[in-house]
């Protein structure tokens, strides 16, 4: 029996759009997966590959890597799917000179592990939804500092809340257009900086990391796919 969609990883994002979209979930720990009533399946683990049905479209939320398990792994489960679809980080990017937007056509850092894996199955046909930071429920910028682990106040920080994650995702899935071998960035592009979160919450930042790297990222590209899509903003 063939399933219409499967999500690789039921973290904070993947559990959100498995109920959602009303799809199976993975863990990688057998215990928590009977738990949870998701499937085992472990990347590392070849005999858990056993446990995951046909789907026509798979949505890998965590990361891939290393490349010749990736590789093993989708010549093996996926390359007959109609539809995969890839989680990245903005770490994929290398960082550019000054403080200009980055899009989808920046250098890609190919010595990560993770980002090869995921460039690898874009030339598959996988599309790739690079993800800026995740917030939401539970995952809350000021909580991050109130506990002291931002030290970068200068520092530019993209975001994107967990539910258009789940709705674009969506809405890629539903889309009749091909979208096979697209990497998409997915931020809310408002790219602010911490000192001006820290400020709005009322919060004091103790600078202490001097190098660092800040990025702006551009969701031009993800906005106009989708007509216009309106990405929710952290200050409401």
Not at 44 to 65: D, H
Not at 132 to 160: E, F, S
Not at 162 to 170: F, G, K, L, R
Request: proline share 4%.
């Amino acid at each position: 029996m063939t399933i219409k969609n499967l999500v690789l990883g039921g973290g904070y994002v993947g559990q959100r759009l498995a109920d959602r979209i009303d799809a199976p979930t993975t863990h990688r720990s057998e215990e928590k997966s009977s738990a949870q009533h998701s499937l085992y399946f472990d990347l590392a683990n070849r005999s858990s590959w056993n446990n995951l049905p046909r789907s026509e479209n798979v949505i890998w939320t965590f990361p891939a890597a290393p490349l010749e398990q990736v590789q093993d792994f989708y010549r093996t489960k996926l390359a007959d799917v109609e539809r995969l679809f890839v989680y990245a980080s903005t770490s994929c990017y290398l960082a550019p000179q000054g403080d200009q937007w980055i899009d989808e056509s920046q250098p890609l850092d190919l010595a990560r592990e993770r980002v090869a894996g995921e460039e690898w199955l874009r030339q598959q046909g996988a599309a790739i939804l690079v993800l800026a930071g995740i917030y939401g429920p539970n995952r809350q910028p000021l909580d991050w500092l109130k506990k002291g682990l931002i030290k970068t106040p200068d520092k530019r920080v993209n975001l994107v809340h967990v539910d258009d994650i789940v709705a674009i995702t969506e809405r890629l899935l539903n889309d009749q257009r091909d979208a096979r071998g697209e990497r998409f960035n997915l931020a809310d592009s408002e790219a602010l900086h911490w000192r001006d979160i820290a400020r709005h919450y009322g919060v004091d930042i103790q600078a202490e990391a001097k190098n660092y790297v800040s990025k702006r990222i551009s969701n031009d590209k993800i906005r106009l796919w989708l007509g216009g899509y309106s990405f929710r903003p952290l200050f409401d």
